[in-house]
């Protein structure tokens, strides 16, 4: 008796199997995949890291510079990045509290915004730090906050922060960002300097960003080596 041809799986068992292919292939690729992501995440923590490690070396270095009275301080290579620092007296920024709104229009025309949006900003601002509810044309006080949807109104104070000036309405971000770059809030304070240190990574492609960061400095009665940090903020770039 001739044997018989031998049977194929049929097509049920032949899909069954390449599709088991297919998922043990997407699976390996899912975890390839997975780990290249968590291999960038972690590199980009470990650049962070160093970025800010060069950040407070620069601090420290502005801080030397007080200590000698030196205010020129030539950039320097750290770990990769290149740190800046610039250190300057207090006078040299607008104090946002107690500038008058026409001054504070005047810095941001010269810093090239539109006469109608310096205008608004310039009216919000004064209308966020006065004491009273009398609203200013194009300024906001708490009606306009409510109508706004806001869930707060203007402080009616001298600000405490200069992180206060995203949350003012009629704010526009270029205006915040020259104010922030150009101002402090600070100023009634004595012996005030501001240490500004910039850290860039000499490696372009390295995909971080440059990161610029502000610091406030109050200086200790004489004869004590050693500084306050009054306020610290990171600098638009």
């Not at 001054?103 to 941001?108: F, N, T, Y």
Request: aromatic share 4%; charged share 20%.
């Amino acid at each position: 008796m001739k044997p018989g041809p031998t049977k194929t799986p049929n097509g049920f068992a032949l899909i069954a199997v390449l599709f088991g292919l297919a998922l043990l292939a997407g699976a390996t690729l899912l975890l390839s995949e997975r780990g290249v992501t968590e291999a960038h995440g972690t590199a980009n923590i470990v650049q962070r890291a160093r970025l800010n490690q060069a950040m407070e070396a620069g601090l420290a270095l502005g801080l030397d510079g007080l200590l000698r009275e030196q205010r020129r301080i030539a950039p320097l290579e750290i770990d990769g990045f290149i740190v800046s620092v610039t250190i300057a007296e207090s006078t040299s920024l607008l104090d946002l509290n107690t500038a008058g709104q026409a001054e504070i229009l005047r810095l941001l025309r010269a810093g090239g915004l539109p006469a109608g949006s310096a205008d608004a900003a310039a009216s919000a601002l004064a209308d966020w730090i006065d004491s009273d509810g009398s609203q200013r044309p194009n300024g906001a006080e708490a009606p306009a906050y409510r109508a706004a949807g806001k869930p707060y109104g203007p402080r009616n104070a001298p600000m405490e922060s200069l992180s206060e000036l995203p949350l003012i309405l009629h704010m526009p971000p270029d205006a915040a960002r020259l104010l922030l770059r150009q101002g402090i809030v600070q100023s009634a304070l004595a012996g005030l300097d501001v240490v500004d240190v910039t850290v860039q990574p000499q490696d372009q492609s390295a995909g971080i960003a440059a990161s610029r960061r502000r610091h406030v400095i109050s200086a200790q009665p004489a004869g004590k080596r050693s500084w306050q940090i009054m306020a610290q903020y990171d600098l638009p770039s």
